[in-house]
């Protein structure tokens, strides 16, 4: 059994607490944090765990043999970067830095301590149908993958949504888990802004599309659009030379009424993914019980800063700017 | 170009005048009939063509080639021996008869008479989809046929439908394609009642569920329900010894809105068969310049009345009966 | 952490005992008994588990709160009752018993316990698919369900396979679900015997359609096909007063590729209901960790073996006979 | 009834006659003309009509009202501009003319001659598909449109084909559709090209990405496929401010066979397009019969060709290049 330290309990830090409580059978959360200290002292009551105001104290407590970071973007850099000082696993919430500087620290003082402690919450991997897709590349299924249409819609987004968010937020799931499927790194990257939707915010870039080349030629195309008006909906088709995969849309029941038959769409992502996250907890506690995470790395990590940073420069230019990735160190093979 | 007279133009008879004029191009309606008279002149008027009182009229009528019989169900059998007694090609809409011993001296006539003259509208048989059922039976692609399930759903019925109606007007459209499908005739049939749909008339059994055996022990179902509340749905699964045949959905197109995903279905059956009826008519009028139907004949016709009037004996003793079809003879095979 | 002890380590059993060490967060699996002593004592091993020659000793072991029981079918009641003497929870793979005279004993032997104890292994209600069916209902989706269209498919059977299997151990699972989707008993049953299917068992009836209908007139049609050559597959469509609803295909990736547009379709009920005997055995602890289980009763496992063994009397009997179910005692209800 | 003269009996010409002679009832074709005189004189046969070695023959023909022009695509400007000359109706097949100075003498031809003439074989625009999508859009169903995700497949290439054929014969529909979809002029065009296939021949750039934006901001990515190796897939999502509408797979019957479900996917234009085809013939002779045409205009010939020179100008230069149309003449509007 797993004793986690959890800092962060905000939504989605409430919800992995939950998560390794009552769902996943190898992980127990034996001390949270979390910088609103009532909300903080609620959670641990409600757990029966200890609390710390400090993520750092949380970090140092012996008891503590992991930690799971859910805390504000700007601090998830801070606090990885201490787990890896103390020797700690952490399983960090996306995106691991706020810019790849920052990644690229990570990676330095993980590579520095000499072991693969940290694991990046691309929960992506984990969902059955990104998995099958993989799966059939790999097999051949369609020849070699030449081309990706891809899309993420939110239904609509918060107030204090900005256009770099639509990129390094939302679109960093699609550039890590893209690269993921096709099991090779970026070359270049353009965002074409769009006609923008009346529904979002004045200003606000909506929706965005995010274009992709790979090192081999493969071309991507992402629909990035944070007020789809209808539900979250993830879409991806790849095209190969033989054939195409798609991902499914959800099992919903099929209902014939008023004239037509339908099908529900979720309105967020907590049901669209609710299974790959607890995949995603489910194998991080058994790989670290065989040693060290498997999963997305900081390398991983570092590398989907990479491409969203030189996507938000490339949308300014409004050119294509290379992605300027270095080779994956042995260390990451 | 075969010169063509119509009894009846109410509108279904309006409808294949049109379709003849516009649409059909081996055909030229050159006269009507229509027992309320002011309505049929109209007709006559619009299309430029000659107006007779009297179907016997239009029947005898030298310039009429080929006849079509839209008129009420109870004097399609006077009208379609006419027919053969003047030795003119006539296409009779379902059902030929009003009962199985009317259909069967039509039967009779016919053979008397020496020629192929008669053709049913059970337009199904012209539609793509089961057409691509038959197909794919006949090629073995599942095996011999086990079941079929299917449904016949209207939005909502007349204020005038009954009971008997559900099987001798819209399940008998059923009791011809799937006896087509097959290929081979039925041994024996039996009606479920079911709890009776709110929406429907008061005492009208609706839905009612038709079970069909045939001669080689191929189970068939059927929902005949007259009240779908939401549309009009036609399906059909064929289930082989090795695998399924199912009838498509029309293609319409897809829209995501709302938080759902959804695909319009028709309300009626002119649209969701507009193509078969078409078909129907061009390969009716290829075939008579051929020689003779080589569509539904009077004997499908008899032998579709037959079980239809079987399955209201058998819905009322509550049981299944036999269904007495005396061998096909060889001047239909 | 509910102790449970295991009763039976074939294939259902050790996919459970698995289930409940590596899945299910509530329970630990303490003991274990099988008849077959090597193999039991390896899985003990496997599981670092205490090992029990008789199921009775493992029920009497004091460390062991709750039983599961996956033996064969013959061997179930008499478990269970012990279970019940000893004041043990107990969640019994389906079916409860042989026969009704069997369940009902249980059903006896338990309201004279005066506790519920006993859960009998019907996973489907835990399927996503069929609980979303079960919430429209019941919010009025579609008024009152009038008829319900199913089809249980097997890839292929065992060759000890019985007809009267394909009823009460196939069959009984949609005995079961639809009575539980529908919230009524029912009144009357019978079966249809299909021409056979060649690639099935000399003599055993493969396909069997079983007709069902309820106390409100509700009508029912269920194919249980042992050999349907492609897959496992499960289909049910409810039809209401205003519309239909029907059970989702699995979400499989859409592959075009060779002409075609392509879905797998699972080969067992391992892959199609593995979330739903997850949710089964987490809703059985916690249900447990607050008093009672709430799962499907006694009860209801004598209502399914009642109407299971009605429905092969009237395959023999080849006419309908009424399903002759007690109203349900107040304990149960 | 139109008499018709068609100039090019190659395979698509030979399918407009028969369609012409078959399915439309508004023509008849009186003349044919084909530089192969051979295979000419043998349709002329076929069909009961006179033959002229020389397309200006036929033109000139006093009997030929209206005139079809199935040539190689470099004589089509020369022909239509001979129709103009001689005032009579021309529907010539796409492209207009083999650059976009080609099309614009016939415009300055056509409105020199003060009298629309011309109609542009775009035979997606009576597509049942592409006019719901048409028409939701202009219901508002969607809010406005801000993206379309296209992509034009072919199952294979012939083997003179060219990488600027994949957008000026392929693309080109692609071109005017989503103009005609949108209701708005292109701004500007940029192609992406991507990994070779290796079914493609050497040195094609197969496939290629169109991406085009409208004057008021809507993106389009289009993929050009001529090698999919799996069929002729015509796909197109629109997605709208509240919504998205999306271009249905044509209506096969679904198959469960060997572990999957499955669709037909047509393999090429002929039956994918048939009923679009049927249906610009008929509306066309329609409209000559109520005085012109009414379907794509040479401006519309015009303005794709232009779009087309101008992507395959912005391929060579790999950056996005302006699309320079004048405003639409009063006389097109």
Not at 246 to 258: H, N, S
Not at 306 to 320: K, S
Request: hydrophobic content about 40%; charged content about 25%.
């Amino acid at each position: 059994m797993l004793k986690v330290g959890v800092i962060g309990c905000g939504m989605i830090g409430r919800d992995h607490i939950r998560r390794m409580t009552e769902v996943v059978t190898g992980t127990q959360v034996v001390a949270v944090s979390e910088a609103m200290v009532e909300n903080g002292r609620r959670v641990a009551a409600q757990y029966g765990c200890k609390f710390y105001e400090q993520g750092e104290e949380l970090i140092a407590d012996p008891e503590v043999e992991a930690v799971v970071v859910c805390t504000a973007d700007d601090t998830h850099a801070r606090f990885v970067l201490r787990c890896i000082a103390a020797g700690k696993p952490v399983l960090c919430e996306k995106p691991l830095g706020v810019s790849a500087e920052e990644c690229r620290r990570i990676v330095d003082a993980e590579m520095q301590a000499g072991k693969r402690l940290v694991q990046v919450g691309f929960m992506r991997r984990y969902d059955r149908g990104y998995r099958a897709l993989k799966q059939q590349i790999e097999q051949g299924a369609i020849g070699e993958p030449l081309m990706i249409h891809a899309c993420h819609r939110n239904l609509s987004h918060t107030h204090w949504h900005t256009s770099d968010m639509t990129i390094k937020n939302s679109g960093i799931h699609e550039i890590d888990v893209l690269r993921w499927l096709l099991g090779e790194d970026y070359e270049s990257g353009q965002v074409l802004t769009v006609k923008q939707n009346r529904s979002a915010s004045a200003g606000l870039l909506d929706p965005q599309i995010m274009l992709l080349k790979t090192k081999s030629g493969t071309r991507i195309d992402v629909e990035v659009n944070m007020s789809s008006g209808y539900g979250y909906d993830i879409q991806c088709e790849v095209v190969g030379e033989q054939g195409t995969l798609r991902l499914p849309d959800p099992a919903t029941i099929v209902v014939r009424a008023g004239g037509a038959r339908s099908y529900e769409i979720y309105d967020d992502w907590s049901k669209r993914f609710i299974e790959a996250y607890d995949t995603e907890f489910d194998e991080w506690a058994r790989s670290l019980a065989h040693g060290a995470p498997t999963g997305p790395s900081a390398w991983d990590g570092y590398a989907a800063c990479l491409a969203a940073d030189t996507l938000i420069r490339a949308r300014e230019a409004q050119q294509p700017l290379p992605i300027e990735l270095p080779e994956t160190p042995a260390f990451y093979r």
